[in-house]
Structure formats: C-alpha cells, structure tokens
C-alpha cells in the first residue's frame, strides 16, 4: 500500500510539472500546444533545450522546471533504492526470525515431504498446537508451505546436512511422507541412524515397500492408498462407528477428542485402580484402553485393573476433560 501511494504521488508529480509547464510555455511564448509540451517534456527532463527562452518569464519558467524535474528523478530514485533495499533486507530479517525459530524448537516433529499426505499431516498438527517443521524442496510445496505459514527448510530429507538443520537431534518425531519410496527409505535409514531413540512414521505405496521400511527402522509403517480404501469399506459396513472414529482422531474436531498419556514412575496416581482414582468423575474423561508394559492392550479396562508405571493410557473426552486427565496422571502429581 505505502509503494502505491508512492508511485501514485511520483505519477501526479510528474503530470502536474509537464502540464504546468505546456500551459506556461503556451501563454508566455504563444507557441502551439504540441511545441510548448515538447519544450516541457525536454525542460522537466533536464535533457536539455533546443533554444534559449526569449524572455525572463520562459526562462524563469524553465529554470521551475528543471527544479521540479530534479526533485522529481531524485524522489523516483529513493522510491527505487528504498524498495530494492527494503526487499533484500525484509528478505534477510524473515532468515533471521525463521533460522531462530529452528534454534529454539524442542521436541518438534520433521515433516519430509509436503505432498498431499504431508500438508494433510501438517494440518492436524496445526489443530493439534503441536510444532513442526517442513522439509521439502519442490516449488508447489514450498509455496503450499509459505501459504499457511509454516516453518519450511527447502532441502530434502535424503540430505543429512537438511535433517540436521531441521533440529533432527532435538526432534520428538518423524513423518517421512515423500512420494518416493526409494527417498523415504533413505531418510528412515538416515534418521533411525542418527536418532535410534526418534519416533519415525512413513509413508509407503506398497506391501514391499512397507516391510523394508520397517527394516530400516520406520516404528509405524501408513499406506494411504489401504488405509482410505478400509476406511471407505467402513463407511458403507460401520458407517457410524467410522464416523465417531473419525470426530475423535480428527484434531479439528468440535467437541470429542482422543489422547494417550504415558503414566511416570514419578506420578503419584500410578499403583491405583482406576475405582480408586475415580477417573470419570474426577475429569469428565473415559479410559477406553490401556497399552501395558509389555506391549498388550487392555480394552475398556474395568475399574479394579491398576493404572501402572509404564502404562499408556488411551482416553476419550473434550479438550477439557482430557487436560484434567492429563494433570491426574501429570508427573510427581
């Protein structure tokens, strides 16, 4: 807006100058109308003039002039200087803040891959108020991720050096989401290396690409192409049960939500039954499952099973309810 006003100001400048000096000329001079915007046009222009002015009049008005064709190419420059410099030094401030904002990320997730299933990923991180980074390199990713302001590194994931810079050693997660399986195999491989402890979810296309991703290290293993045809089957066998899974796993959800709490050894609540704890009636919240220690799942667990150290639990409630469930289970609380 302050560039328009600009340039609309420079325009009005430069019109008003030829036109008062095209009348001037005409008057002063009784020139035609064509000759004297010639002499105006040339005076303003400071290229020069094909005669002097025979009298002090014209030459006082040529001398107004050349002043306001001075000021006005003075002006035009500092419009042209302050917008290319404005430019480079936006350009390297937005470096700064964002090379800062990658300085300061802890336990953030690392998308690789910005494709549909990545900006999909990236959306319900986004509802979920979780932080993240994208990893991509391709113009419509790069321009999807600037679209909605997310934290992008143009690199690619397949390059330890981009892994590296997307915080990878400080990261919580891992979403290898690129359309290759080759490249998504390379960067489990690179990742699980670096980071044995990373959680790593990966996108795969088929059943083989699925088993080697999981030898490289990948912890869980997506097919979309599977998962949207078993969720589409279950539409039309179990269309309700589908559509409760999908309020309660779906982050921009209006009312019920889906969250999963690891118990602490230092939590003061592990060792009690879920009786004992009065769970529901303390937060609202529903423990439909335990995953216990040895990797089992308890489902709609009964109130005398504990609720021990070790143990995740899978709770059901708005996003209230499940924060209470979360301070019941909070550390050393």
Known sequence: MRRLRQIALLLGAVVATIAGGTV????????TWFQSFYRSVITASLTGLDTVPPSDAARALSIGMAVCGLTIIGYAGAVIVETISGGVLTGALAER???????RMHDHF????????????AEEFRHSGVSYVVLDFREDAVAAAKAHGDLLIEGNGTEDEDLAHAGLDRARGLVVASDDDADNLYITLSARNARPDLQIVARASDEDAMKKLRLAGADRVVMPYTAAGRTMANLVLR??????????LTAAGADLHMAQIEVHDTCES???TIRDLRVRHETGAIIVALRKK????????EPEVLVEAGDVIVGVGTSDELQ?????????G
Do not use: S
């Not at 269309?239 to 309660?248: A, I, K, M, S």
């Open 97 to 103: 803040r964002r090379e800062r904002a990658l300085d």
């Open 24 to 31: 001037g000329f005409h008057r002063i001079l009784h020139e």
């Open 324 to 332: 209470r469930l979360e301070d019941l289970f909070a550390v050393g």
């Open 294 to 301: 040895d990797g089992t799942f308890d489902t709609t667990p």
């Open 270 to 272: 592990a060792g009690k």
């Open 110 to 121: 690392i998308i690789c891959g910005y494709g549909r299933v990545g900006r999909r990923v």
């Open 239 to 248: 269309p309700q049960v589908t559509e409760f899974l999908d309020t309660v």
